[in-house]
């Protein structure tokens, strides 16, 4: 089903007048056959501006945000516009494309990243990155590149460096180790490896703990485990 947002008097004439600019485009550029290097020029010009509109959300989009294929588990950070919209072959001139390459996943991770900091995702935000990590897992392999040192999700739910976070393959160890240092169970442990996660059981090392001024000492032998 589609959901048609009502606009205001304003939006509605912005619109005519972009819908203008997209009829512009078409008759000077899409029928005219525009070349690569020009057509590449005018994806640059207009890469980080929102100028697509998606009937859909009511708002513009910039075109690397913007999809023909179905992208939900982007959740409403991306969109679909597809190819029954009336000025897809524009959109596509400005730079939208048929599907997601592992920039955009990269792209995708680094926002939440940059935007949550050190704080836990929320529960949507923590789905749509379990899903792209697996979806970033079959593309890379696609497309036959190697990415490392991304944002990784941790059993706490925060986004870390891959580089820091442990693969949890040695379960008596866990406890010694801060949750968000650790990978969370649902991302696979061969993707991990691949990006850079470190091997609780390998990378991980013992040592044994200081005795506690406490009068309540720990018991002898007790030991931490800190990464490399």
Excluded at 57 to 75: E, I, M, R, Y
Excluded at 163 to 189: G, T
Aim: hydrophobic share 35%; aromatic share 8%; with cysteine.
């Amino acid at each position: 089903m589609t959901v048609k947002i009502k606009l205001s008097d304003s939006q509605n004439a912005q619109l005519a007048s972009v819908n203008a600019i997209y009829k512009y485009f078409y008759e000077t550029l899409v029928k005219g056959g525009v070349l690569g290097d020009h057509k590449r020029q005018i994806q640059e010009r207009f890469a980080h501006r929102q100028c697509l509109w998606d009937e859909s959300t009511g708002k513009f989009w910039q075109p690397k945000h913007a999809f023909l294929d179905d992208v939900p588990f982007f959740g409403n950070r991306r969109t679909t516009i597809p190819s029954s919209n009336s000025h897809c072959e524009v959109y596509q001139l400005l730079g939208q494309r048929n599907s997601p390459a592992v920039q955009d996943y990269l792209d995708f991770l680094a926002e939440l990243a940059a935007e949550y900091g050190n704080n836990a995702l929320n529960e949507a935000d923590k789905n749509c990155a379990i899903q792209v990590l697996g979806r970033l897992e079959s593309q890379q392999l696609l497309e036959g590149v190697a990415v490392k040192n991304i944002p990784i999700l941790t059993a706490n739910n925060t986004l870390c460096s891959s580089e820091k976070v442990l693969i949890p393959d040695a379960h008596w160890r866990k406890d010694y180790i801060e949750s968000n240092r650790i990978l969370h169970d649902l991302i696979s442990a061969k993707f991990a490896k691949s990006v850079g996660c470190l091997s609780l059981r390998k990378d991980a090392v013992e040592r044994p703990k200081r005795p506690s001024p406490s009068p309540f000492p720990l018991g002898r032998g007790a030991r931490t485990a800190t990464g490399v």
